[in-house]
């Protein structure tokens, strides 16, 4: 196994910024786990399958696949062979992404190929179970977190540059029932790991949280 960096925390704390950046600068692969759910959500979507269906969404997975490759260093997700990876980040996706990956057959569908990854390289990967469950020996394990209010303004930021109708108040809401779902789910929630470095990063800019890991980084290889 390479070293790996496990990254977990809740929608907005900055978990896929910090984490490629500090690919970047480690010459790590980073693997988005969110990007493969999102891939399935898609799946779901387009056929036509609300996130309440269990037993469709059980039959929906298996005929397809998931699969990751790296383009210019890049993730990109592939659904069937299919390059979906420009279709991933929108709110609706994320939010069925959240809703259907309280099944037990999703998550299974994509465990091999999160630790596959992982074995293969030194890699950093985010997500919401990679240090409690995918990664339980990661070297060394973060939990990214911010509050509400934090998060709910910094994507508040980042959508009104795109588009002046961006509401506070929805994204806020959007969070908090984001958070509820992914804490309260019965298989793998989003908690800490009890070895994980806990980074509450409200009032840390961007460039101290990729230096704080960094540093954590440094001291566990120092250490090992
Ligand atoms: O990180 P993200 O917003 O792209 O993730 C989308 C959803 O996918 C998230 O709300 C819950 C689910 N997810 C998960 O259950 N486990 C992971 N390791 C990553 C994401």
Do not use: C
């Amino acid at each position: 196994m390479g070293f790996n960096i496990a990254i977990d925390g809740p929608a907005g704390a900055g978990k896929s910024t910090i984490a490629k950046a500090v690919a970047a600068k480690l010459g790590f692969i980073y693997v988005d786990t969110g990007a493969m759910y999102r891939a399935l959500a898609v799946h779901f979507i387009r056929n036509g399958i609300t996130a309440g269906e269990a037993d469709k969404i059980a039959e929906a997975l298996s005929g397809v696949s998931v699969s990751i490759v790296y383009e210019d260093g890049q993730q990109q997700v592939l659904l069937d062979g299919e390059n979906v990876t420009g279709l991933l980040r929108t709110e609706d996706v994320g939010n069925m992404a959240s809703a259907t990956s309280i099944y037990g057959p999703v998550r299974e569908k994509l465990l091999d190929l999160q630790r596959e990854l992982a074995a293969s390289a030194d890699v950093i990967m985010d997500g919401r179970d990679i240090g409690t469950h995918v990664l339980p020996d990661a070297q060394l394990k973060i939990y990214l977190t911010a509050t509400v209010k934090a998060r709910a303004l910094r994507r508040f930021k980042e959508l009104s540059e795109k588009d002046s109708a961006a509401d506070y108040e929805a994204i806020e809401k959007d969070i908090i029932n984001r958070d509820h779902q992914d804490m309260n789910r019965a298989i793998a929630p989003l908690r800490q790991a009890e070895d994980a470095v806990y980074l509450d990063t409200s009032e840390m800019d961007i460039d101290q949280v990729i230096a704080e890991i960094l540093r954590l980084y440094e001291s566990r290889r120092a250490g090992a």
